[in-house]
């Protein structure tokens, strides 16, 4: 378990180092520390969910199992992205030294990425939950019953804890600024003060406030 | 080829491998169940990962006073951890609103299952209410640190989602538990010779039940 935590947390790191390289190195070199902590953070407040969903299913796995086959997924899926850290960076540095200072290509990096985060994320829940078919007593059906609950577990607080520790990668428009390491709940640029109102603001699409981006 | 080219099966046919029937559970003895109030862990098993085994006892009405006290048991002390999440002073809530919500409907589903002709003691039926409080404190339980972290990193007064918001949505995944395991329960309970009424009534209880349960809510303060 302790092998898998690292890869892990090193994956991110070297995945979350690129995905700050498209701002400056101050985001990148933050990065190095708040992605391992984004998924600390989230399998820390997630613990004795899972292993309440995992008993619930009757998966008959410990607290510790639990905790192993879900740093497994973290394990997969930072192992996935760290693989594409490399491009990930060359495509960053392109964006920095070809952007116009303003927005960029940051709403094609962002959506890029997120697909990327996406797949990775998929592909890991897939492996995974077979291996847990295959390990456990746990029917197929149920086993994808179990990875799925947990994953809606972990995006749900992983979510807010990704929007609290922002900013990971920002607008060219912000460069040169020092912004706090965790931005918190302070307003996005349309006023959400936590993930689920980003999200729900992504579905309803209201338009910007008209003083932005200058108020930035 | 269509379905009338199919030939049909002739009698002598071998028929298709059928799934090996399910070994019969057996019932909670009362030794396990006073083992359990010794030990959390224990407890946490006996109420989430045995839903056929409680379904034995059920049938064969054993445990049935052991089973009630450790159901209340667990009802009342996992639900605390969340209550101090919202605040010091509602530990108390949470147990009060899924366990005080049962009580209130417990005579009302024990009344008209006997009713309509359910075989089944007052003991095996507040064993089955039960199931409801217990499991859904058991949830809330692992839902605590994820509202704690909640509370921590989000606003509460002027945002359009608040923590508060995501807390009701919580404990509604955790009533769903907790029915889900209800109906787990009756589903295995293949044994008892009166089910089918017995699900009519569940049927027409949980509506009763879940009016009771959101004004309890109201009057907890746990809806916004």
């Known amino acids: ?216 | 080829m269509t379905d009338a080219d199919i030939p049909p099966p002739s009698p002598s046919a071998p028929s298709p491998p059928s799934r090996p029937p399910r070994a019969r559970a057996e019932p909670l003895l009362s030794s396990e169940i006073a083992a359990s109030l010794r030990n959390p862990l224990q407890l946490v098993d006996l109420v989430l990962a045995t839903p056929e085994r409680l379904a034995a006892n059920l049938e064969s009405a054993s445990a049935g006073p052991a089973l009630a006290l450790a159901f209340v048991v667990a009802a009342t002390l996992f639900a605390v951890p969340y209550g101090l999440v919202i605040s010091w002073d509602s530990w108390w809530r949470i147990a009060a609103l899924y366990l005080g919500s049962t009580l209130i409907c417990l005579p009302s589903l024990y009344v008209f299952a006997r009713y309509v002709g359910v075989r089944v003691g007052p003991l095996q039926i507040a064993v089955l209410a039960a199931t409801v409080p217990a499991v859904a404190a058991m949830f809330t339980f692992g839902f605590a640190p994820v509202l704690a972290f909640l509370r921590a990193t989000m606003e509460s007064e002027s945002a359009t989602i608040s923590w508060l918001d995501l807390s009701q949505i919580l404990l509604a995944i955790a009533l769903v538990a907790g029915i889900g395991r209800l109906w787990r329960c009756i589903l295995f309970a293949r044994g008892l010779d009166t089910r089918q009424p017995l699900v009519l009534v569940l049927l027409g209880w949980h509506g009763v039940f879940l009016h009771v349960l959101l004004r309890m809510a109201d009057v907890l303060g746990l809806r916004g």
């Not at chain 1, 009757?58 to 192992?79: C, I, M």
Request: hydrophobic share 50%.
């Open chain 1, 1 to 216: 378990m302790i092998r898998s935590t690292l890869i892990a947390l090193v994956g991110a790191a070297v995945y979350g180092f690129a995905l700050g390289s498209a701002h400056s190195e101050l985001y990148a070199a933050r990065n190095l520390v708040k992605f391992p902590a984004l998924l600390v953070t989230t399998s820390a407040v997630c613990a004795t969910a899972w292993w309440i969903v995992a008993r619930a299913l009757n998966s008959g796995l410990s607290f510790r199992a639990v905790q192993h086959a879900v740093w497994r997924l973290f394990h997969d899926s930072a192992l996935l992205l760290a693989s594409l850290a490399p491009a990930v960076l060359f495509c960053a540095r392109v964006l920095r030294a070809t952007d116009d200072g303003n927005l960029g290509g940051y709403d094609g990096f962002l959506a890029a990425n997120l697909g990327a985060v996406a797949v990775c994320g998929v592909l890991a829940f897939a492996r995974q939950g077979t291996q847990l078919f295959r390990s456990s007593s746990l029917t197929r059906a149920r086993a994808f019953a179990l990875a799925t609950c947990w994953l809606a577990l972990t995006l749900g607080v992983g979510g807010q804890a990704a929007f609290y520790m922002r900013p990971f990668f920002g607008f060219p428009l912000t460069r040169g600024n020092t912004p706090p390491f965790f931005l918190g709940a302070e307003p996005d640029a349309r006023g959400a003060t936590n993930f689920y109102e980003a999200v729900l603001q992504t579905l309803e699409r209201p338009p910007l406030p008209s003083a932005w981006p200058n108020s930035r």
